[in-house]
């Protein structure tokens, strides 16, 4: 009996040999990839089931397609076996696969193994067909199909294998159209076995369906059918699952590249004003550097720090500093050309490394620029704010052959700017080194000297210039350092001020002096109607200034009333509004008030008219030449005679001789201070002072 093939059945069952094929490669690829143990299982599971089915389909349609005149029946176990043999040669195929390495012995044995199976499958599936007289089949072609099934299945797993590549492989998995290159491969070679084998049949010229066909052509058909489609949207599923995971992994890819150039950003920029960090600025230097060496020019380094940040920042609150670090970070690039670099360095600091020049002028030009810019009034959400910059130079390679010295010697040119005043620059020069080196230690220094006893007060009394009696005494703070001897307080107050150090060691003036106070008051010393503390700007500015004295009140026992607090006259005038209204709430308390330094400052007398002032304090600058400078004299004079008609008391300082006591007497002064009375004394040398003094006629002291 001769059969003949349905041309769109045989094309059908090749198109299921690939996508079969298609499925098990990819899913192979899935297998390899996957690093779960359990996970790999169920995708094993999957494939060998798919792939497996996918080939008993294609068998199964081929048989179908060869249209014999009897209608045959088919034996479900049999054609169930096939199935078997076909997912069991499948999972074989894939196991191999999994491997880490292909080598000639594994692919050997797997190829024997999955070759084994598709013969299997081929072979009980043609013993499906239950007729009689039974198959015969032709040797030499029957061998020619198993020589195809191994060949085929060797190919097939190395294929597998070539185009599933590892998870880490640097090559990653190749194109789409080179799988379905491979999937066209293998389904051909799975065809292949298939139409060799059938033309290895020999079917009986009268052939007859025996009793044990259970299965009909249209069923056998529909499970066909059935397994075709399972196979299909198992594939659909793994191709949308790819396009998905694909989609997934792109878009990850991305995040995680955005997010690594982000961090990369991060670590080379200041986050607040996005200008280079230290790192950046060094890779910067160290590369201008190289070129600079060739050439013989010069570049310069710039260590900017902003006078009176600390003091904004306090008394605005860290959002307003925060905006007027960015709006100097901002001025300060834009004074600045393409080749030369910004950095943040610190809290209110930056760097700037200024390009290779000629002429050395060109960096001093630059620094004066920067201070002008930074100078300007800020304004930050409503609120005028000014500030301005110490600015320290040094220059390559006069300063300095390595980035660590340039920027040491720069800084230390910028505490030298400081120190002579703030708001200027300075080109370093070798004697700064030793003075920033000093300043070092006293702030490291002062930091442990608080509260112990290196720290002390000294007493100045003040004198009541009518009677020549006691009146008052000021508490001016003192510090002997173990390593560094007597510092002065004109020296380490700044530092203070500098370092924030002054609200510890300014609130341990005050116990200290209020505490002194309280034990003349028990010795019964009734002349000093009270004690005077020095308050600095950063002090007064800070938010809780307030509570700080009330709490020194509270702890000391001392009268509100027995408590004056001195402000510098530009300490009041930083922040008017804000300084009244602390003050207004002291005075409130029953706490004096003394404008410190008066005449320094760019305040009038009319100005000073709202804030709650009891007394005021005329700097002794304009006191040391008062009988023969006769502008001083007037200012003094218009001082004394403003503030009697605002009624406050006003305090002469620094009186060394008779001659300016006279003149300030003269003027109609309320009190003096200064070395004709005496010099600030120890605390033992004022108690003998007032012994002294005590036994004079009080109102005839001087
Ligand atoms: N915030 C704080 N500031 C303080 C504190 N203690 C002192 N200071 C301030 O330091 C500056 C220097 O003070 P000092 O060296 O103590 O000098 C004082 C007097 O010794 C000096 N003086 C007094 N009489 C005379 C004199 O006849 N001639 C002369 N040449 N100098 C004299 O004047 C200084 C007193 O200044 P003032 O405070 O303005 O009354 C100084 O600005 C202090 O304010 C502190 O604890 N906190």
Request: glycine residues 8%; negative net charge; hydrophobic residues 45%.
């Amino acid at each position: 009996m001769t059969g003949i093939y349905s041309p769109l059945l045989v094309t059908l069952s090749c198109i299921i040999a690939i996508m079969a094929s298609y499925t098990a490669l990819d899913l192979a690829g899935r297998i390899r990839a996957c690093k779960d143990a359990v996970a790999g299982r169920y995708w094993l599971t999957g494939g060998a089931f798919a792939m497996g089915t996918g080939i008993w389909a294609m068998h199964f349609i081929g048989m179908l397609a060869f249209m014999l005149p009897e209608n045959l029946g088919y034996d479900i176990s049999f054609t169930l076996l096939s199935m078997l043999a076909a997912v069991i040669a499948s999972g074989i195929a894939l196991a191999v696969v999994n491997t880490g390495e292909l080598t000639l012995v594994r692919l050997l044995a797997g190829g024997l193994a999955m070759g084994t199976g598709i013969c299997a499958m081929h072979y009980v599936g043609m013993a499906a067909m239950k007729m009689q007289p039974p198959i015969s089949y032709s040797g030499p072609l029957v061998g020619a199909s198993i020589f195809i099934a191994m060949s085929a299945s060797v190919a097939a797993l190395w294929i597998a294998f070539r185009v599933n590549p590892r998870s880490d492989s640097p090559a990653g998995r190749p194109p789409i159209w080179q799988r379905m290159a491979a999937a066209v491969m293998m389904g051909a070679a799975i065809a292949g076995v298939h139409y060799t084998g059938m033309a290895a049949a020999r079917f009986p010229t009268v052939a007859q369906g025996t009793a044990a066909s259970l299965m009909s052509a249209e069923q056998l058909a529909t499970l066909v059918a059935v397994m075709s489609i399972s196979v299909m949207l198992i594939a659909v599923l793994l191709s949308v699952h790819d396009k998905f995971q694909s989609q997934q992994t792109r878009y990850l890819t991305a995040s995680l590249q955005a997010a690594n150039e982000e961090l990369q950003f991060m670590l080379l920029h200041d986050p607040l004003t996005r200008l280079p960090n230290r790192v950046l600025l060094e890779d910067r230097v160290s590369r201008i550097m190289a070129r600079v060496k060739r050439s013989k020019l010069e570049f310069a380094f710039l260590y900017i720090d902003l006078d009176r940040f600390k003091s904004v920042n306090d008394l605005m609150g860290h959002h307003i500093g925060d905006a007027v670090i960015q709006a100097a970070a901002k001025r300060i690039t834009e004074t600045l050309r393409e080749m030369d670099t910004v950095a943040r360095v610190g809290g209110d600091e930056f760097m700037v490394v200024l390009g290779e020049s000629e002429n050395r002028q060109d960096f001093e030009t630059v620094a004066r620029r920067i201070g002008i810019a930074l100078s300007d009034t800020f304004v930050i959400q409503g609120h005028e704010i000014r500030i301005s910059a110490s600015i320290g130079i040094s220059i390559y390679p006069q300063h300095g052959t390595d980035i660590q010295q340039l920027m040491a010697h720069a800084d230390a040119a910028m505490y030298y700017a400081k120190d002579v005043g703030k708001n200027n620059y300075q080109v370093f020069e070798a004697g700064m080194n030793i003075a920033v080196e000093r300043r070092h230690r006293i702030s490291r220094n002062l930091a442990l000297a608080i509260g112990r006893t290196e720290l002390t007060l000294a007493y100045q009394p003040k004198v009541a210039i009518a009677s020549g009696g006691i009146v008052g005494v000021e508490a001016l703070a003192r510090w002997h350092d173990r390593e560094l001897g007597i510092i002065g307080p004109e020296e380490f107050i700044p530092i203070a001020e500098d370092t924030g150090l002054i609200l510890s060691l300014g609130e341990w003036v005050l116990c200290e002096a209020c505490t002194q106070m309280k034990r003349w008051e028990a010795q019964g010393e009734e002349r000093l109607q009270g004690i005077s503390v020095n308050v600095s700007t950063y002090q007064l500015n800070h938010q809780n200034f307030v509570e700080v004295v009330k709490g020194v009140l509270e702890k000391t026992g001392l009268e509100a009333g027995r408590l004056e607090l001195e402000v510098t006259e530009s300490a009041v005038m930083q922040n008017p509004e804000r300084a009244c209204a602390i003050l207004t709430e002291l005075h409130q308390l029953g706490v004096k008030i003394a404008i410190d330094d008066f005449g320094t400052g760019y305040s009038n007398l009319s100005q000073l008219k709202r804030f709650p002032i009891d007394y005021l304090k005329i700097d002794q600058s304009f006191i040391s030449g008062i009988a023969t400078d006769i502008q001083n004299a007037a200012l003094v004079k218009t001082i004394v005679a403003m503030a009697y008609n605002l009624n406050l008391e006003v305090i002469v300082e620094g009186v060394e001789t008779e001659e300016q006591l006279a003149f300030v007497k003269n003027l109609g002064a309320h009190m003096y201070q200064g070395y004709l009375c005496s010099e600030p004394l120890s605390v033992e040398e004022f108690q003998q002072f007032l012994g002294r003094t005590g036994e004079k006629d009080k109102t005839q002291w001087r």
